[in-house]
């Protein structure tokens, strides 16, 4: 089983980014899957969750910036993140876990998944 993150880079605020979480190794569509990301210095942080249902969570850091989407048939789930600013620079990390019937893979942004990824940076400045 394994997450493959890629989508990162250096931009300005304002900008926008995708991130790509490519799963394999499973069927991904039985998955829960999470973005979470790790700023130096400080804890990680999950911003956002997307169940089997397609049920999506964010933070309110990020809440109306950031949308969570998954392909199931590319098994595939992705990160679009509009209105990038500083204070989102850090290692972003996806990570995924077979999805409970009741969703609460996603519902605690405490749960702790299984399976990560290696990490992709993004970094945002003048």
């Known amino acids: 089983l394994q997450f493959v993150e890629s989508g990162g880079g250096s931009v300005r605020p304002g900008d926008s980014l995708r991130l790509s979480c490519e799963a394999s190794?499973?069927?991904?569509?039985?998955?829960?899957v999470g973005w979470f990301r790790q700023a130096p210095g400080k804890e990680r942080e999950r911003v956002s969750c997307?169940?089997?249902?397609?049920?999506?969570y964010y933070s309110d850091s990020v809440k109306g910036r950031f949308t969570i989407s998954r392909n199931n048939a590319e098994n595939t789930v992705y990160l679009q993140m509009h209105s990038l600013q500083p204070e989102d620079t850090a290692v972003y990390y996806c990570?995924?876990?077979?999805?409970?019937?009741?969703?609460?893979?996603?519902?605690?942004?405490?749960?702790?998944?299984?399976?990560w990824g290696q990490g992709t940076q993004v970094t945002v400045s003048d």
């Open positions: 190794g499973f069927t991904g569509s039985l998955y829960a």
């Open positions: 997307i169940n089997t249902d397609s049920t999506t």
């Open positions: 990570a995924g876990d077979r999805g409970f019937p009741d969703g609460s893979n996603c519902r605690s942004a405490l749960y702790n998944f299984d399976y």
